[in-house]
């Protein structure tokens, strides 16, 4: 009896593997490996036909460490890095103004109780800094100023008091406020420092002059130009091989990070000294480095989701030059035109694709090595339960694809968590695993990271528009179908439920754009309190 359920059991496991195999031709799907290499380019027409292109980009090559990479960032400039050791420079001076004290010459006076004084303190701190850019590769979300540490007139406030506040309790008051002041500056940098009796100084890392580091970054310029030059190629294909899916050539995250964050910064330096020509060519040197990822097939998940993640950083510049009010109307038309065309969905579906038909492969050459056994136990199943296991991993692979409607920039977050609940359920109870090389990657975090990219760069185009608009009449439209067809071709819609953003103008000249998030449910434009953003509104800028 036993041996009649055993081999009863295989042979229904392997023919659900048959069936299986005949139903995705039947639908048909691409499931040969071959169909997905891609044909020869030549070297002179090829991105990485450039040496250098292939020795500092490519995944896996020990040179990128000896050549760009350790030329990004630049290690040594204040406010990159931030630790005790941190030389810090005055912002303001603090005064407590207990009854019957004299004011002093010079001095802002403020109350204590009221509620408006952190703000005002904020707003006089910030002044005193002058514009900032929050370079990426800051820690503390600023990284370089326009003036010199040394030629800063510190604030100085007298703050009006019945009893003098505690050291704690001044510090619980101004950080917070300074960041709804929207100075960038987060909780950890401001920091009081007793100076003599009821008297402190407000401290902060010195940060980097917007010359020094243009200076330092100009020097980089060879390396610029060779990228510049390379991307003029019309194919884009990394060298390596492609007959496994395991051996498929990738990007260098790190190479590539770097890059971006030095970009990003020299864009901000040329914004906040009045050049917005010369930014538009950092970003746009930025946006055009995304063909190797567009367009290096086949497209593996990590180029997928280090185009995501370069996407991100680019238009959270476009962000940062519409905050300091620098974009004009003939940079923001060329930003409007390369956002129009971003669409970061499409390559993160095909490369699920890949995906599917990888491990497709993998099973088809040798099934067994799909699965190995969990325990000594397992060795009691039949092996056809692991290839039953095996359709049911397939299928998931494949059928989870159509979570995202990448045509269309639409992520359906209803699938994509029935999606996750299956691939749970999958190695539930089960006697067999896959191997190592064939464990599912984590397909929410995926979407959910590629939602909220696409959704930042809808913003942006968004905000370009409005901008132009802002620029043409002296205010900001009443509603977004204003904005067609002078400024804008069409309205981009959420990438979550594929409405329309929300938008309102708001008092200040300023206005609200927010978009639904992951959850589905529109919160009036609040933020969620989770990191990353999953339980409250995408709202502009992020």
């Not at 030389?87 to 010079?106: C, F, Q, T």
């Not at 974009?327 to 694709?353: G, K």
């Not at 397992?378 to 979570?403: E, M, T």
């Amino acid at each position: 009896m036993t041996g009649l359920f055993f081999a009863e059991e295989n042979w229904r496991g392997q023919k659900a593997w048959e069936n299986c195999k005949r139903d995705l031709k039947t639908q048909g799907r691409k499931v040969n490996w071959a169909d997905y290499i891609p044909a020869p380019v030549p070297d002179e027409e090829n991105v990485f036909g450039v040496l250098e292109m292939q020795r500092w980009f490519k995944g896996g090559n020990a040179a990128a460490w000896t050549d760009l990479t350790r030329k990004l960032p630049a290690p040594s400039f204040p406010g990159v890095e931030v630790d005790r050791h941190t030389k810090r420079m005055l912002v303001a001076e603090v005064r407590i103004g207990l009854p019957g004290k004299p004011i002093p010459a010079d001095f802002v006076v403020l109350r204590w109780d009221d509620p408006a004084w952190p703000a005002e303190a904020a707003r006089l701190i910030t002044n005193a800094l002058g514009s900032t850019a929050r370079t990426p590769q800051s820690r503390i979300g600023v990284g370089l100023m326009l003036r010199r540490p040394e030629d800063l007139q510190a604030a100085q406030i007298f703050l009006l008091c019945e009893t003098a506040p505690t050291l704690k309790m001044l510090q619980a008051f101004l950080p917070d406020t300074i960041v709804n002041a929207n100075a960038g500056l987060p909780e950890s940098v401001l920091k009081f420092e007793p100076d003599g009796r009821d008297a402190y100084r407000v401290t902060m890392p010195v940060l980097g002059r917007v010359a020094d580091y243009l200076a330092w970054s100009d020097g980089l310029e060879p390396q610029f130009a060779v990228i510049r030059q390379a991307l003029q190629r019309p194919h884009s294909r990394m060298q390596g091989f492609y007959g496994n899916p395991n051996t498929v050539p990738g990007p260098n995250f790190r190479p590539v990070r770097n890059l971006i964050q030095t970009l990003g910064a020299r864009a901000e330096c040329h914004l906040l000294l009045g050049q917005p020509e010369a930014a538009l060519n950092d970003v746009t040197l930025i946006h055009d480095f995304c063909r190797i990822f567009d367009e290096n097939e086949p497209t593996t998940l990590l180029k997928a989701m280090v185009n995501v993640a370069v996407r991100g950083l680019y238009a959270a510049q476009i962000a940062e030059g519409l905050r300091l009010q620098a974009w004009r109307e003939p940079q923001l038309a060329v930003l409007e035109a390369q956002l129009n065309h971003i669409n970061v969905v499409l390559p993160v579906a095909q490369a699920f694709e890949l995906e599917a038909v990888a491990a497709f492969h993998t099973l088809e050459s040798v099934p067994s090595a799909g699965f190995v056994k969990k325990s000594v136990w397992s060795g009691l199943c039949p092996r056809g339960w692991g290839y039953q296991r095996i359709v049911k991993r397939v299928n998931l692979d494949f059928g989870r694809i159509a979570s995202l409607a990448a045509a269309n920039q639409v992520i359906f977050t209803g699938q994509v968590e029935a999606a996750d609940r299956k691939s749970q359920a999958l190695d539930h109870w089960s006697p067999y695993a896959f191997a190592a090389h064939l464990t599912p990657v984590d397909f929410t975090r995926a979407c959910q990271n590629t939602a909220h990219a696409q959704t930042e760069i809808n913003q942006a185009l968004l905000a370009c528009a409005l901008e132009r608009y802002h620029l043409a009449h002296g205010e900001y439209p009443p509603i977004l179908d204003a904005l067609i067809p002078q400024f804008l071709i069409r309205i981009p819609h959420d990438v979550i439920g594929g409405r329309a953003p929300i938008y309102s103008r708001a008092t200040g000249g300023t206005y609200m754009l927010y978009s639904i998030g992951w959850k589905g449910i529109d919160h009036g434009g609040v933020r969620g309190k989770s990191s990353p953003n999953l339980d409250g509104d995408w709202v502009w800028p992020d």
